[in-house]
């Protein structure tokens, strides 16, 4: 080799790579650059600075086109993303558009996704609960899936750790099957939402409604002021990028932190086409990236990789990594790559009205967002017609009896005259779906994107299990509802195709043996010992609780490990 392509590969070489800049890969970045290896970050999108690059974040709702409403064309060239209730003229410049990016849906699937730097990690609702053991032995106990190759008490440890950084607001609440966390101070519930949870415990002995958990920093510690973040200041604007940092996002915690180090290169506009196995030296090399701008193919080699490109994505990447030993994808020997993709069930929700406690007149500005009734489903034995649970949302909002009547003078005389109305109340369901072989995602034989990379087709359906949930949680939701005095009850079952969800996971699923699953119990692919997936396409089974926490965790817990197994020179 010439000495000008030993420089070039010099270079290109670092200590660790990341695919994807997210809610995981921005923790696999901090994690990496603290222990002191140098470490390069690639995203597909364009680079999302924290606070200059939040344009929309003080604008008042009439400084926006449409008041805030996506225009009627956009709607019609964006139906998928349109579903989502992010897709506003604050946020949609944070949400990918249905042209730029196309997919196969096989089976409909509504697939939601943030390409920039810091990924979703700007979009979400920030709700974070531990999973616990009756998720982790869930599919041991409930026979399905895989068995989990961790218990809680291996997670336990870093979900802590997260939570610390992270800021995360709630209560201790002593469930069981929601562990209690490193908590900030918790957001009431409004009077409404806590009159419900006073029902629910006077009525049956395990419905709880507790103060949602959330990624706020309700009151900051040091730790969150050496970030240059600050207490959220109740603005509920987060999708547009909060200029306090006061949610927790990569843009405004794990990425300026990684960049603090002096360890971290952070490459926008870098797609990653496959990992490189070297059949050769017979171990995985690096990764192939095209840049979005040029489309020049370039190459960049790291010790360890750790694919963070979030869930169906990351299948992508793996099953186009093909090689001589790889015929079927990297770390594919037993074809399962791709396959037991699960999601949450969202597909049902329930309003009602309530007409009492009108002497309260304001519902509070509650960022969590209001109530949780966390699983009460078969928890502790199984005692219902379908496997497994549901969690729910719940909260209450005072409303308004408006006149919109009228034009000019009319019209603001009319709207002048509001009156508080009753409140609204609702909730949303939160079921775990089972994973199964049939619920795949592959290769589109034919179709390429932009950049000639194979486009992904997702074959993901319900089945008769959601059903049977869905038709339960309307049930007793109706009977809690009922129970409260709510009246002019509404279930509205949406049949919303799976996606809307935004918690796809699964297709490179943990466990203990390499015949039945893609993963090890450290995230390791068993196949390949210097390439990690701490995002979603990790996922054995769904839980009911939200996933992100959870994915933070596992990721700290994975860099921690492979930094350890780096040093004993067992990644080589
Ligand atoms: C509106 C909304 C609400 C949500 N609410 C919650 C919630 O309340 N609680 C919760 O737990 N979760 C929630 N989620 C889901 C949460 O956002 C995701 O679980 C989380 O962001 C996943 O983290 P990630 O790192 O896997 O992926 P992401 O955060 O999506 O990051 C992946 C990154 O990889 C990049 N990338 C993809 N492909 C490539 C490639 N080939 N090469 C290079 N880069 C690539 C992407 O551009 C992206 O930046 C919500 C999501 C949305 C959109
Ligand atoms: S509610 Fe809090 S986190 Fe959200 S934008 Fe406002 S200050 Fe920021």
């Given at each position: 080799m010439s000495n000008l392509n030993i420089d070039a590969e010099k270079a290109h070489t670092f200590d660790a790579i990341v695919i994807g800049s997210g809610i995981s890969g921005g923790w696999a970045a901090k994690e990496f650059t603290e222990k002191g290896l140098k470490t390069l970050v690639l995203e597909r999108g364009r680079d999302v600075q924290h606070i200059t690059d939040y344009p929309t974040t003080n604008k008042y709702t009439y400084e926006f086109e449409h008041h805030g409403e996506p225009a009627l064309a956009i709607r019609k060239e964006n139906p998928i993303a349109s579903r989502c209730y992010i897709f506003r003229e604050d946020a949609m410049h944070f949400v990918v558009k249905d042209q730029e990016h196309p997919y196969v849906q096989e089976k409909p699937f509504d697939w939601i996704r943030g390409y920039q730097v810091g990924g979703k990690s700007l979009l979400w609702a920030r709700q974070v609960q531990r999973w616990s053991d009756f998720d982790f032995e869930g599919p041991a106990r409930d026979d399905f899936a895989v068995d989990w190759p961790i218990r809680y008490k291996d997670i336990a440890p870093w979900y802590s750790y997260v939570e610390k950084f992270a800021g995360i607001s709630g209560n201790k609440d002593g469930l069981a099957q929601l562990p209690d966390g490193e908590f900030l101070p918790g957001y009431p519930l409004n009077a409404v939402e806590d009159y419900f949870k006073k029902v629910l415990t006077n009525k049956y002995s395990n419905r709880h409604v507790i103060s949602a958990r959330c990624a706020h920093i309700s009151k900051p510690n040091q730790i969150h002021l050496d970030q240059g973040r600050g207490q959220c200041q109740n603005r509920t604007l987060c999708q547009r990028g909060c200029p306090f940092g006061g949610y927790f996002s990569s843009n405004a915690s794990t990425l300026p932190w990684a960049a603090k180090t002096g360890n971290l290169t952070l490459r926008p506009f870098?797609?990653?086409?496959s990992v490189i196995y070297d059949d050769k030296k017979g171990k995985v090399t690096g990764v192939r990236v095209i840049d979005t701008n040029t489309k020049e193919v370039t190459e960049y080699f790291a010790k360890v990789i750790f694919v963070n490109a979030a869930a169906l994505n990351t299948n992508l990447i793996l099953l186009n990594s093909k090689s001589q030993r790889f015929p079927q994808g990297l770390g594919n020997d037993n074809g399962q790559l791709g396959k037991f993709v699960a999601f949450h069930n969202y597909s049902a929700r329930i309003s009602a009205e309530y007409d009492g406690m009108l002497d309260y007149t304001t519902d509070g500005r509650n960022p969590a967002g209001g109530g949780y009734l966390p699983r009460f489903r078969n928890v502790f034995k199984q005692e219902t017609n379908f496997k497994r649970g549901y969690a729910a949302g719940f909260s209450a909002r005072r409303m308004s009896n408006k006149d919109m009547s009228g034009v000019g003078e009319g019209l603001k005389t009319n709207l002048l005259k509001t009156t508080l109305g009753p409140w609204s109340v609702g909730s949303h369901m939160m079921g775990e779906t089972i994973p199964k072989e049939s619920n795949l995602v592959n290769l589109d034989p034919g179709k390429k994107d932009a950049w000639g990379v194979p486009q992904l087709n997702i074959s993901v359906d319900y089945d008769e299990n959601d059903a049977l949930m869905k038709k339960d949680y309307l049930e007793q939701l109706t009977e809690m509802f009922t129970e409260a005095g709510f009246t002019n009850i509404k279930q509205n079952d949406a049949s919303q195709a799976p996606g809307l969800d935004i918690h796809e996971m699964g297709g490179a699923r943990m466990g203990h043996d390499s015949k039945t699953s893609i993963l090890n119990k450290w995230n390791q692919l068993h196949a390949c010992k210097n390439v990690f997936v701490t995002d979603g396409a990790c996922m054995t089974s769904t839980s009911t609780q939200n996933p992100s926490l959870t994915y933070m965790a596992l990721t700290a817990r994975a860099v921690d490990y492979a930094v350890n197994a780096m040093k004993k020179g067992e990644l080589t």
């Open positions: 870098s797609v990653v086409e």
